[in-house]
């Protein structure tokens, strides 16, 4: 299996991975801050604000008809959030042009329109134009909302920010609802000159190119050349260390309720633990966290959902960089000490050694399934690695898979009697027990 050829000068990355898997070339850009209480709205934002439009193609729609001359390249942003690094991230597939007459070049056009998206958005005066700006606003309104409107999402958000209280860690990826009045074209322009001048920069580049070095070396002068040009310092900047685990603390959990009009209650339990991605201890970790409630044979979901008929849902998920395992459940409010009571037995069993062979066995295979087929998509492919990145030591898929298939019970037990329980978020409904 193919690894990524890494280079880097200051606070630019490119990593590269040739392969011929795949009948397109993707250019993924992950640009990388420390998250803040001032900034996390307007970082936020940015990476949408950068595709409504630039000099040259001054609407979204002239942005969307340029990809669809560059044979229906695909072009898109977002932002994204690990740990306390907000990651703003902008998307580029062009077509393989071997594969295609007259497509030469495409990945070179494909590169420049996203650098232009990046480094040259349409200003007026001194700020954004203003009617993309208040576009923007609206929209990014509607996408905090909609988290709300989710409320398996939200009451994870919740429990996490209650987890986290006070930590960079706790805030939200999206920013909050009520920064966005005081959103201006101008603060805005000001935040994305900032980003630009601080931003650690992560390319990732996946296909069928040939020599990494070279293309390595290309990227890395248009991307440092583009942020030179528009006029922003740093590009020598050092890069930032790794992330840190959330240190494990003693005492009794912190217990939440929030009171919504809500007919299925969400209970959510944050364990942790103290093992980051680049622990050794990681990979059982992982597989840990697999038989406690990540897949359908899980204790979680055989006993809380199954047998007892508490949960609508019951899983659990480990936070790779913070080094958190997060237990979500939706169950009927009425049912809300039981499911506690029958979801810290579980944690309990796993740490007293209870494991069957068949839930080994079945978690390490299904954990390496999970892995093989994020082969097929290249920007899971492109997050798993930058997970190892930001955490300090990148595994190789292969080596990772491997890792997971030598866990042993022993190992298991081990890392389960890491996880101490830190907090306890019940969101009920608002005629429901309001017991914690």
Not at 380 to 385: P, R, T
């Given at each position: 299996m193919a690894t990524f050829h890494t280079v880097h000068q200051g606070r630019f990355h490119v990593h590269t991975?040739?392969?011929?898997?795949?009948?397109?070339?993707?250019?993924?850009?992950?640009?990388?801050?420390?998250?803040?209480?001032?900034?996390?709205?307007?970082?936020?934002?940015?990476?949408?604000?950068?595709?409504?439009?630039t000099r040259s193609y001054p609407s979204a729609l002239a942005i969307t008809r340029r990809t669809d001359d560059l044979f229906g390249a695909v072009l898109r942003s977002g932002i994204g959030k690990r740990a306390d690094r907000h990651i703003a991230e902008v998307y580029l597939s062009?077509?393989?042009e071997g594969r295609l007459e007259g497509a030469a070049g495409v990945f070179e056009e494909g590169l420049r329109l996203m650098l232009e998206a990046v480094t040259d958005p349409l200003v007026e005066g001194d700020g954004f134009a203003k009617g993309h700006v208040e576009r923007e606003r609206g929209l990014h309104r509607r996408r905090i909302e909609s988290v709300f409107d989710d409320k398996i999402a939200w009451a994870m958000e919740r429990a996490l920010a209650e987890a986290l209280a006070g930590l960079p860690e706790g805030l939200p990826r999206l920013g909050y609802a009520e920064d966005?009045?005081?959103v201006t074209p101008d603060g805005l322009y000001a935040a994305h000159r900032r980003f630009l001048q601080e931003a650690e920069v992560h390319l990732y580049a996946i296909g069928a190119f040939g020599d990494p070095?070279?293309?390595a070396e290309r990227l890395l002068t248009a991307w440092s050349s583009a942020i030179r040009q528009a006029g922003v310092d740093g590009a020598d900047r050092s890069a930032s260390g790794p992330v840190e685990p959330v240190p494990?603390?003693?005492?009794?959990?912190?217990?939440?309720?929030?009171?919504?009009?809500?007919?299925?209650?969400k209970l959510n339990l944050v364990y942790r633990t103290g093992i980051p991605y680049r622990a050794d201890e990681y990979p059982a970790l992982l597989v840990a966290n697999g038989i406690l409630g990540g897949f359908?044979?899980?204790?979680?979901f055989q006993n809380v959902r199954e047998k007892a008929s508490l949960a609508y849902y019951?899983?659990?998920?480990?936070?790779?960089?913070?080094?958190?395992?997060?237990?979500?459940?939706?169950?009927?409010?009425?049912?809300?000490?039981?499911?506690?009571?029958?979801?810290?037995?579980?944690?309990?069993?796993?740490?007293?050694?209870?494991?069957t062979d068949d839930e080994l066995s079945f978690t390490k295979r299904g954990l390496v399934n999970q892995y093989r087929q994020s082969l097929d998509v290249p920007a899971?492919?492109?997050?798993?690695?930058f997970g190892g990145v930001l955490a300090g030591r990148v595994r190789a898929m292969d080596e990772l898979m491997d890792a997971i298939l030598a866990v042993e019970r022993q190992d298991v037990v081990a890392a389960a009697n890491r996880l101490q329980l830190d907090t306890v978020y019940f969101l009920r409904g608002e005629e429901g027990n309001a017991n914690a």
């Open positions: 991975l040739p392969t011929d898997q795949f009948r397109t070339r993707h250019l993924v850009a992950k640009l990388v801050t420390p998250i803040s209480r001032p900034s996390v709205t307007p970082t936020a934002l940015l990476p949408y604000l950068w595709l409504e439009g062009v077509p393989e966005l009045d005081a070095s070279a293309l494990v603390r003693g005492g009794e959990p912190k217990r939440v309720v929030d009171a919504q009009p809500v007919q299925q209650g359908p044979h899980s204790k979680l019951a899983s659990s998920r480990v936070d790779a960089l913070s080094g958190l395992v997060l237990i979500q459940t939706g169950i009927d409010p009425v049912h809300r000490d039981r499911a506690e009571a029958i979801i810290v037995e579980q944690v309990r069993a796993l740490q007293q050694g209870e494991v899971a492919v492109a997050d798993i690695h």
